[in-house]
Every structure is written in C-alpha cells, then in structure tokens.
C-alpha cells in the first residue's frame, strides 16, 4: 500500500525559503506509472495546485508560483522535494504531497496527511 | 489562472440526493475528462471521490456519481448519509498544462 509522508519545519520566517520533503513507500517513484504533487490548503480558502514532478525530472508548476518554486525528485531515495522561495504570511497554508492515480489522470488518490507551515517572524 | 466555480454550500436531508457544481470553460473543464472531485472532512486529508469525470475508484460507494455538461461537471450524492458531511472539491486539468481546483463546497447533513 502506497504511503506518502511530508517533512519539514513548521515555521519559516518571512523571505525566507519553505523545503519539504516528501517520502514514498509502498512503490517505487521512478515507476513511470505517477507524476508526483504538491498541493496546498490555505486557511479559510481552498485547495491549490502547486506543481508535479515526473520521475524523469520533468516538471509542471502553477503559473501564479513559478518564478519562486522548485520541485525536485530524488529515485535513489524515493522521495521528491519542494522548495518555496522568498516566503510571506501568504504562503501559510497546510501543504500536502500527493500521488497521480493513473499516468495522465490529473488525479489524486494517494495523500500525505500534511504539513502545517506558519510563515510568521 | 481562476479556480472553477462551485456553490459555497448546499445541503440535504437523510436519504435525499444533493448535487454540486463545478463550472469552468472550454480552457479545462469543456475540453478535457480529466475532471476529479475530492471529499475534505476536517481535519483530514482529501480523499478522491471521482476521477476522469465519472470513475470511481475501488472503495467509494456507488451512491457518489459524477457527470458533465460542456463546461460544467456535477457530483451528485444519493441517499445522503450524515457521514457526509464535509467539504468537497472538484479539479481539473486546464491547456496550460495545470490543475485548477474549485472554490470548495460545504455540504451540510440537516
């Protein structure tokens, strides 16, 4: 059975750069089969999409975000990483990593159970 | 990018059927059936619901449906069970290569 699992700190100081981890068990992330996700939940609003790894390196990340997001994968540890530049109160939100179901979906059915960031000095 | 469009809340009663919208344009939702819903109870991560528009994966109950309509997709819930209650969200994929959620509806379980 497929498990994800974020890492990371809990409070970041404003400017400063947000890095999670997420690390998968149950199948292997250069399988092929899945692009890997980040989302986010901001408090009293929605879900929002942040971008998606697939294992060969390539890359799709939110237009509104992209000149300060970096996702990476990392096939030897079976986990992918995301990376927020340049932080504010803003980008406070529970942040979840997610599996694609099925290649080509856009669907999410495995998740982390998320991480709490607070970006606050 | 603007999120897709759903009502902030709808509600029902034990055993009836609610259905939630999900409106976007002929740029995601009208192009592609790769429209998903996701259920969010509180303090819980979302569960998929329904994928590529009207599948279901293996474990949700078949009274969660999904359809659409040019630029509108639809979840319905028949015979409505208090566990129900929750947050629900629809997504889809857009030309830019993206996924966009919608605003998220509450429903509430009279």
């Known amino acids: 059975q497929v498990q994800l699992q974020e890492s990371g700190p809990g409070l970041v100081k404003p400017s400063q750069t947000l890095s999670l981890t997420c690390t998968v068990s149950?199948?292997?992330?250069?399988?092929?089969?899945?692009?890997w996700t980040w989302i986010r939940h901001l408090p009293g609003k929605g879900l929002e999409w942040l971008g998606d790894i697939y294992y060969s390196g390539s890359t799709y990340s939110n237009p509104s975000l992209k000149s300060r997001l970096s996702i990476s994968i990392d096939t030897s540890r079976n986990h992918f990483s995301l990376s927020l530049r340049s932080v504010s109160a803003a980008d406070t939100a529970t942040y979840y990593c997610?599996?694609?179901?099925?290649?080509?979906?856009?669907?999410?059915?495995?998740w982390g159970q998320g991480t709490l960031v607070i970006v606050s000095s | 990018q603007s999120a897709l469009t759903q009502p902030p809340s709808v509600s029902g009663s034990p055993g009836q059927s609610v259905t939630i919208s999900c409106t976007g344009s002929s740029s995601d939702v009208g192009l592609y059936n790769r429209v998903s819903w996701y259920q969010l109870p509180p303090g819980t991560s979302p569960k998929l619901l329904i994928f590529e528009g009207s599948s279901r994966p293996s474990g949700v109950p078949d009274r969660f449906s999904g359809s659409k309509s040019v630029n509108t997709a639809s979840l319905t819930i028949s015979g409505l069970q208090a566990e129900d209650e929750a947050d629900y969200y629809c997504s889809s994929y857009t030309t830019s290569s993206t996924v966009i959620f919608g605003g998220g509806t509450k429903l509430t379980v009279l």
């Open positions: 997610a599996r694609e179901n099925v290649y080509g979906s856009s669907a999410f059915d495995s």
């Open positions: 149950g199948v292997s992330i250069n399988s092929g089969s899945h692009h």
